[in-house]
Nanobody, 126 residues
Framework: QVQLVESGGGLVQPGGSLRLSCAASGSTLDDFAIGWFRQAPGKEPEGVSC????????YYADSVKGRFTISRDNAQGTMYLQMNSLKPEDTAVYSCAVGSRLILSSIRLPEQYDYWGQGTQVTVSS
C-alpha cells in the first residue's frame, strides 16, 4: 500500500509559479510510473503530466507544454510538478498518482494508476 500526500498548492497571480510536491510512504517510487492530474469544477479529470518508472516516457498535456515540468526523486520518495507562467485556466484541484502496471501508450489515463493523493487546490487569479 502506498500513501501519497501533496503539498504546495495555493493562490497565485497569473504569470506566477508554484511547485507541487507529492511525498510517498509505504513504498519507494522506483518501480512506479508517476502522474499529476487535475480537475476543475464541472470538468472531467485531465492528465497534466506523467512519467514512466525509467523516465523514458514523459507526457505533457498540450495546454501545459513548455510551462510545467514533472520530476521525481526516488531516493526521497517524492515527485514534483513545477508550474510556471500560470494562467487562470490552470485553476483546479491537482492530484498525484502512481501506478505499477501501466500501458505506456495510455500513461495519461487516470485509470492506469493505482494509488492517489488527496489533492491540493491551485487557484490562479488576480
Amino acid at each position: 500500500q502506498v500513501q501519497l500526500v501533496e503539498s504546495g498548492g495555493g493562490l497565485v497571480q497569473p504569470g506566477g509559479s508554484l511547485r507541487l510536491s507529492c511525498a510517498a510512504s509505504g513504498s519507494t517510487l522506483d518501480d512506479f510510473a508517476i502522474g499529476w492530474f487535475r480537475q476543475a469544477p464541472g470538468k472531467e479529470p485531465e492528465g497534466v503530466s506523467c512519467m514512466s518508472s525509467d523516465e523514458g516516457t514523459t507526457y505533457y498535456a498540450d495546454s501545459v507544454k513548455g510551462r510545467f515540468t514533472i520530476s521525481r526523486d526516488n531516493a526521497q520518495g517524492t515527485m514534483y510538478l513545477q508550474m510556471n507562467s500560470l494562467k487562470p485556466e490552470d485553476t483546479a484541484v491537482y492530484s498525484c498518482a502512481v501506478g505499477s502496471r501501466l500501458i505506456l501508450s495510455s500513461i495519461r489515463l487516470p485509470e492506469q494508476y493505482d494509488y492517489w493523493g488527496q489533492g491540493t487546490q491551485v487557484t490562479v487569479s488576480s
